[in-house]
T-cell receptor, first 112, second 114 residues
Framework: GQQLNQSPQSMFIQEGEDVSMNCTSS?????WLWYKQDPGEGPVLLIA?????ELTSNGRLTAQFGITRKDSFLNISASIPSDVGIYFC????????????FGPGTSLSVIP | DTEVTQTPKHLVMGMTNKKSLKCEQH?????MYWYKQKAKKPPELMFV???????INESVPSRFSPECPNSSLLNLHLHALQPEDSALYLC?????????????FGPGTRLTVT
């Protein structure tokens, strides 16, 4: 079945550093979504991407939909302590009956 | 407003109990979802409702019974659960079902089965 890989699995960075994480798949997706989840809370949607090559920003976050439609990346600039959490990528196939597939997540820790 | 609310926040139940989880959204979304999430894992889809009709059941055991009384509400009825069913149960909604519509999640219900 469809599967997503996320890298890195975890990262520890200094406050103020930029962060880059990515998501890859052997399958094509029509939509890429990036979510952040804090412990004990539900995932919060950060960015949604709908077209191959699309580059979208949301504040300090920038995400891109890969040209091959099999990958996406998320960058966070000038990290702050509240960026700590688990970042999930998710892909959606082309039909209404395709489900959203989640990657395993990247755990981000920010050292003040 | 992109708020999905879930009650209760926490639930502890015995294996013989019957309980229900509730989810509500007032965004006019016509698709609603139940997910199960174990610790340090991504959410796993359980059910999808579209226009108040069950659209997808991911082969979920019958001890989980979903219900969509109206377009704003989604329930998950629980009966005779097992300890391995302990998890965070997440509700989500989207404008419609399909790849053009992003899903918004509620805060979840932390379920413990004893």
């Amino acid at each position: 079945g469809q599967q997503l890989n996320q890298s890195p699995q975890s990262m520890f960075i200094q406050e103020g550093e930029d962060v880059s994480m990515n998501c890859t798949s052997s399958s094509i997706f029509n939509t890429w979504l990036w979510y952040k989840q804090d412990p004990g809370e539900g995932p919060v949607l950060l960015i949604a991407l709908y077209k191959a090559g699309e580059l979208t920003s949301n504040g300090r976050l920038t995400a891109q939909f890969g040209i091959t439609r099999k990958d996406s990346f998320l960058n966070i600039s000038a990290s702050i302590p509240s960026d700590v959490g688990i970042y999930f990528c998710a892909g959606h196939g082309k039909t209404s009956y395709d489900k959203v597939i989640f990657g395993p997540g990247t755990s981000l820790s920010v050292i003040p | 407003d992109t708020e999905v609310t879930q009650t209760p926040k926490h639930l502890v139940m015995g294996m013989t109990n019957k309980k229900s989880l509730k989810c509500e959204q007032h965004m006019g979304h016509r698709a609603m979802y139940w997910y199960k999430q174990k610790a340090k894992k991504p959410p796993e889809l359980m059910f999808v409702y579209s226009y108040e009709k069950l659209s997808i059941n991911e082969s979920v055991p019958s001890r989980f019974s979903p219900e969509c009384p109206n377009s704003s509400l989604l329930n998950l009825h629980l009966h005779a659960l097992q300890p391995e069913d302990s998890a965070l149960y997440l509700c989500a909604s989207s404008q419609n079902q399909g790849p053009s519509y992003e899903q918004y999640f509620g805060p979840g219900t932390r379920l413990t089965v004893t």
